[in-house]
């Protein structure tokens, strides 16, 4: 797999992405819940630049690192509550929505932490990270970091 950048989508496509901007924009969701949504998505979809950029961001709000670091393994970590669990569940269903349809009983753990409003707002977070992934991922989008942590290690 290739490392460089296919395509400049900001650039070349530059009504859209601002669009997406705006309804990002217009999502009501708790900045905590949703930076760990965004990077879980992100991983499961294994898109570096997500991860870079929503893992930076999230430690910048001052989300713990061990917090992070434990995304990859949620459901088995001690470290997220009910209602984090019930989000991330929804998250992997949502992103995986072509062979699990979002099980009922993942939709009404949400629902159970979840009001009517939170719950479409988080749906719509898990679908604008989603929308992101499969963009970054086919631009092969360079993460912002990798050229910095490229001098750190020389």
Known sequence: ?????????????????????RV?????LDDRLRALVKIR????????????MHWSAARAQGEPE???AQ???????????ERERAALALTDA??????????????????EHFDEDELANLLFAIAAINFWTR????ART???SYGASLDEAA
């Open 1 to 21: 797999m290739t490392t460089h950048p296919r395509i400049d989508i900001a650039h070349h496509a530059a009504a859209p992405y601002a669009a997406m901007v």
């Open 24 to 28: 990002e924009e217009r999502i009501r």
């Open 41 to 52: 998505a992100s991983i499961v979809n294994g898109c570096t630049f997500c991860i870079d």
């Open 66 to 68: 061990m917090r992070l």
């Open 71 to 81: 995304l990859a393994a949620w459901s088995e970590s001690p470290f997220f509550d």
């Open 94 to 111: 949502v992103t995986h929505v072509s062979s699990t349809h979002v099980p009922d009983d993942v939709w009404q753990r949400a629902a």
């Open 135 to 138: 963009v970054a991922i086919s």
């Open 142 to 144: 360079t993460p912002a």
